[in-house]
């Protein structure tokens, strides 16, 4: 005789546990609330106390806010020292096109050579573009990534060959090279006669840099979330959603797409300190963000000039960069080591 809904539900209360809509198998907890009512916990909701305890990204997670409430409040910071990121000091340079001097009370951080920008003000409006750009990028690469990697792994056959053709196509070609060679063949096509304005020039550089990351950025994530579709449509939840006649779109998008969040999850998170680094990697070899305009790869290039007599202006972007860069990446693992069900205690 088959049991009813209540029997079923009764049942798994007894085991002890209650598979959840997503797949995966939620703990229930035994708290007390008077009655002797037990309390069920998702894997998000374990993966989330976890991440609570862990003291390293707790730390990483608060540097992070700080940094990006500095970016966001850049104009009242910088309104304090009385200073603008592009505003040119020639009278404080001397002929050596090094700043006559070190730090003042006018300037924290002191000047760059040859223009006289103001260090502090820069770095603070730095913060701007590397985030901007990187989260930019993230969300587009992990929403294409995960959209193809679905179909490739769902459909198979011919669709799986083509998307995986585009994949090794991406994953083959110099990053570097291609990034160089967009912005003079961007400026070729969107400027008639090649010869932009300042301002023309800083936009195609920006979508230059947005469409080298993002090509080549979706191709990995695309290829991870294929492998686990091929493992999840084989699943029994999958299988009957498939002979219950629901519609492709939903057995994606609300069958399989809620099991791969962790994966999304995990990927995103160590995704942004890479993009991060990368578009300041690019702005440092002249290929992204341009004067005046305050970048951290940027400011980097122009502080190396004078690094033996002043080394503040390369010293304070370079750090920034780095504990922007090291906290995100520690927070992904972070995030990481919670969600992952074999490290769990």
Not at 78 to 87: A, F, K, L, R
Not at 137 to 156: E, K, N, Q, S
Not at 306 to 318: N, Y
Request: neutral net charge; charged residues 10%; hydrophobic residues 50%.
């Amino acid at each position: 005789m088959t049991a009813g809904p209540g029997g079923v539900n009764e049942t798994l209360t007894e085991v002890g546990q209650v598979h959840g809509t997503d797949g995966a198998t939620a703990v229930l907890g035994k708290t007390d609330h008077g009655g002797g009512g037990q309390q069920s916990k998702s894997p998000a909701q374990i993966a989330l106390a976890r991440l609570r305890k862990d003291r390293i990204a707790v730390t990483c997670a608060v540097v992070i806010v700080l940094f990006l409430l500095m970016g966001i409040f850049a104009p009242l910071i910088t309104g304090i020292e009385g200073q603008s990121p592009t505003q040119a000091n020639y009278n404080l340079i001397g002929d050596d096109n090094l700043p006559t001097f070190y730090t003042n009370s006018s300037h924290w951080l002191g000047l760059t050579s040859n223009s006289g920008y103001d260090v502090f003000a820069r770095f603070v409006y730095g913060i701007r573009p590397s985030f901007l750009i990187a989260l930019v990028v993230t969300i587009t690469t992990t929403i294409i990534g995960v959209v193809l990697g679905l179909v490739a792994g769902f459909f198979g056959g011919w669709v799986d060959r083509i998307i995986g053709w585009f994949v090794d196509l991406v994953l083959s070609l110099p990053f570097l090279l291609f990034a160089i060679a967009l912005v003079p063949i961007m400026t070729a096509y969107l400027v008639p006669g090649g010869q932009p304005t300042s301002g023309e020039a800083q936009k195609i550089r920006i979508i230059a840099v947005f469409v080298a990351l993002t090509f080549f950025g979706w191709a990995g994530l695309c290829r991870l979330i294929r492998g686990e579709v091929l493992a999840l449509r084989e699943r029994e939840f999958v299988q009957a959603a498939r002979s219950l006649g629901a519609p492709t779109k939903r057995i994606l998008f609300k069958e399989m797409l809620p099991n791969l969040t962790s994966v999304i999850l995990v990927a995103f998170t160590t995704a942004l300190p890479a993009w991060i680094g990368a578009e300041a990697g690019l702005s440092y070899l002249g290929v992204g963000i341009s004067l005046p305009t305050a970048d951290w790869g940027l400011d980097i290039a122009l502080g190396q000039q004078q690094m033996q007599a002043f080394p503040l202006p390369m010293l304070v972007p370079l750090i920034g960069l780095l504990v922007v860069v090291l906290c995100l990446s520690l927070l992904g693992d972070a995030v990481s080591d919670a969600f992952n069900p074999n490290t769990r205690r």
